[in-house]
T-cell receptor, first 117, second 115 residues
Framework: KNQVEQSPQSLIILEGKNCTLQ??????????LRWYKQDTGRGPVSLTI?????NTKSNGRYTATLDADTKQSSLHITASQLSDSASYIC????????????????FGKGTLLTVNP | EADIYQTPRYLVIGTGKKITLECSQT?????MYWYQQDPGMELHLIHY???????EKGDLSSESTVSRIRTEHFPLTLESARPSHTSQYLC??????????????FGQGTRLTVV
């Protein structure tokens, strides 16, 4: 079973509308939770990084929230644009090893967002 | 824009051929990674390196091999390609900052098709 579950699998919205993507994780403890945007055929690009002590982080029209008690995170996109069409991936980093030898990211499958005009 | 480059972007090759996917970064990062991603699926770590002459296998078993002779270069090789190797391969790098929040930068990926 994947330790990072995202919902919905896909979402279609109209340009200008808001939307919220969900991420539930079982990786515990963890160092941080990241949201990435991956355009089709491209590599992921980081949107936000939150440590377990943070509960919200914004990057322009993107706002991520984190509830470490319920192990849930969400990514809210405001006033969507056509260029927001992409896959949004939730990623959890396991505990940091002081020796620097443990840096493995656990990826969700992503939510495929389509923004239509 | 991250300075990490993968070549080729697309590759179609016959079964049994030897191939090398190239990955280079100009950021001086010590850590580099290779991920495999099938359509609609999550990324899986197949190899990582913490520096020159350091390579480790990732969580997903892979028949590929890697080398790290130079800091900036982390090529992945398949000695004998098979249709089951058809996938997207993503390279990433990060610096060692001593904190868990270090950003990981990804290349654009190589989409490999073995026929």
């Amino acid at each position: 079973k994947n330790q990072v579950e995202q919902s919905p699998q896909s979402l279609i919205i109209l340009e200008g509308k808001n939307c919220t993507l969900q991420c539930n994780y079982t990786v515990s403890p963890f160092s941080n939770l990241r949201w990435y945007k991956q355009d089709t055929g491209r590599g992921p690009v980081s949107l936000t990084i939150m440590t377990f002590s943070e509960n919200t982080k914004s990057n322009g029209r993107y706002t991520a929230t984190l509830d470490a008690d319920t192990k849930q995170s969400s990514l809210h996109i405001t006033a969507s644009q056509l260029s927001d069409s992409a896959s949004y991936i939730c990623v959890v980093t396991p505990p940091w090893d002081s020796g620097g030898s443990n840096y493995k990211l656990t990826f969700g499958k992503g939510t495929l967002l389509t923004v239509n005009p | 824009e991250a300075d990490i480059y993968q070549t080729p972007r697309y590759l179609v090759i016959g079964t049994g051929k030897k191939i090398t996917l190239e990955c280079s970064q100009t950021m001086g990062h010590d850590k580099m990674y290779w991920y495999q991603q099938d359509p609609g699926m999550e990324l899986h770590l197949i190899h990582y390196s913490y520096g020159v002459n350091s390579t480790e296998k990732g969580d997903l078993s892979s028949e590929s091999t890697v080398s790290r002779i130079r800091t900036e270069h982390f090529p992945l090789t398949l000695e004998s390609a098979r249709p089951s190797h058809t996938s997207q391969y993503l390279c990433a790098s990060s610096e060692y900052s001593g904190t868990p929040n270090t950003e990981a930068f990804f290349g654009q990926g190589t989409r490999l098709t073995v026929v």
